[in-house]
């Protein structure tokens, strides 16, 4: 009963989340929409699920866990997790891309909470790994935790990344693969193919488990296992989800990553959520 009221918990704030989405989209159309809604429940479960080690009163503090969103774009759903555990004002939401926010379309390293600049794609896992050395040679036990897009994965940086951290035996490196099988113009397996995905890591020494990336008690018994692995192979979660997830227009358009919504539709379907 105690894990069932927990999952209902995290399902409440998933929606939450995604309703705030949603209503920051309305306001700032050139936001990334489709991405970001489908790594709502991969923010929700790291955050509110506990398991990134974090303290919003004390942004560098010293044994939290590093969270590096390398698919940039899609961290549009992260704004309201970090307003609402106090990382900065809620108010602050109501101004994504206006003049004098700090809350850009990218997210910047100026927005409290996130760790790093990361609008260009295929460089988060890269200085994820050097975090992690870093920590390993100080004896610390922080987890790095870094946030990839399937379509990310095109990027020849990541791949020297994924070959240095199995190399290195980084096991408190811990990345999650939104693989939401749509990158900018089509889905995946019409441009490349990235399966078999798992095979892939695997190859280089990573420990890798795959599991649906909206179902709550999958993401968190994985995740929770995983952070508490040290066996010597950086980690891998393969979370299969879906691009556009609660928007049904965006849901089955491979043209997805670059359609926006009009007020008149964000209105209906967060009426339509609730």
């Given at each position: 009963?105690?894990?069932?009221?927990?999952?209902?918990?995290?399902?409440?704030?998933?929606?939450?989340?995604?309703?705030?989405?949603?209503?920051?989209?309305?306001?700032?159309?050139?936001?990334?929409?489709?991405?970001?809604?489908?790594?709502?429940?991969?923010?929700?479960?790291?955050?509110?699920?506990?398991?990134?080690?974090?303290?919003?009163?004390?942004?560098?503090?010293?044994?939290?866990?590093?969270?590096?969103?390398?698919?940039?774009?899609?961290?549009?759903?992260?704004?309201?997790?970090?307003?609402?555990?106090?990382?900065?004002?809620?108010?602050?939401?109501?101004?994504?891309?206006?003049?004098?926010?700090?809350?850009?379309?990218?997210?910047?390293?100026?927005?409290?909470?996130?760790?790093?600049?990361?609008?260009?794609?295929?460089?988060?896992?890269?200085?994820?790994?050097?975090?992690?050395?870093?920590?390993?040679?100080?004896?610390?036990?922080?987890?790095?935790?870094?946030?990839?897009?399937?379509?990310?994965?095109?990027?020849?940086?990541?791949?020297?990344?994924?070959?240095?951290?199995?190399?290195?035996?980084?096991?408190?490196?811990i990345v999650i693969i939104d693989n939401n099988k749509i990158c900018m113009?089509?889905?995946?397996?019409?441009?490349?193919?990235?399966?078999?995905?798992?095979?892939?890591f695997k190859v280089f020494k990573w420990e890798v488990e795959r599991v649906?990336?909206?179902?709550?008690?999958?993401?968190?018994?994985?995740?929770?296992?995983?952070?508490?692995?040290?066996?010597?192979?950086?980690?891998?979660?393969?979370?299969?989800?879906?691009?556009?997830?609660?928007?049904?227009?965006?849901?089955?358009?491979?043209?997805?990553?670059?359609?926006?919504?009009?007020?008149?539709?964000?209105?209906?379907?967060?009426?339509?959520?609730?």
């Open positions: 009963m105690k894990s069932k009221k927990i999952y209902d918990f995290l399902d409440r704030k998933a929606l939450w989340v995604r309703r705030e989405t949603l209503k920051i989209h309305k306001t700032a159309p050139e936001t990334r929409l489709a991405s970001s809604l489908s790594a709502v429940e991969i923010f929700t479960v790291l955050y509110y699920g506990k398991i990134v080690r974090f303290n919003s009163r004390d942004i560098k503090w010293e044994k939290r866990d590093r969270f590096i969103i390398s698919k940039g774009h899609g961290a549009i759903s992260f704004y309201p997790v970090l307003a609402d555990l106090g990382y900065f004002p809620k108010e602050e939401l109501g101004g994504v891309c206006k003049a004098g926010s700090i809350l850009g379309g990218i997210p910047d390293a100026i927005i409290p909470g996130f760790e790093t600049i990361n609008g260009s794609l295929g460089h988060g896992l890269g200085v994820a790994c050097g975090i992690s050395l870093a920590l390993k040679r100080k004896k610390r036990n922080e987890k790095v935790f870094v946030l990839l897009g399937d379509g990310e994965l095109y990027e020849g940086s990541v791949w020297e990344a994924v070959m240095f951290a199995g190399e290195h035996n980084l096991d408190n490196l113009l089509d889905y995946c397996r019409n441009i490349l193919d990235l399966e078999p995905l798992g095979e892939k649906n990336g909206h179902q709550m008690d999958k993401l968190h018994t994985s995740l929770k296992r995983l952070k508490a692995k040290n066996n010597g192979k950086p980690k891998l979660l393969i979370a299969d989800t879906v691009k556009g997830k609660g928007v049904r227009r965006l849901e089955t358009d491979p043209l997805c990553h670059i359609k926006n919504l009009s007020p008149e539709e964000v209105d209906t379907i967060i009426s339509e959520l609730e």
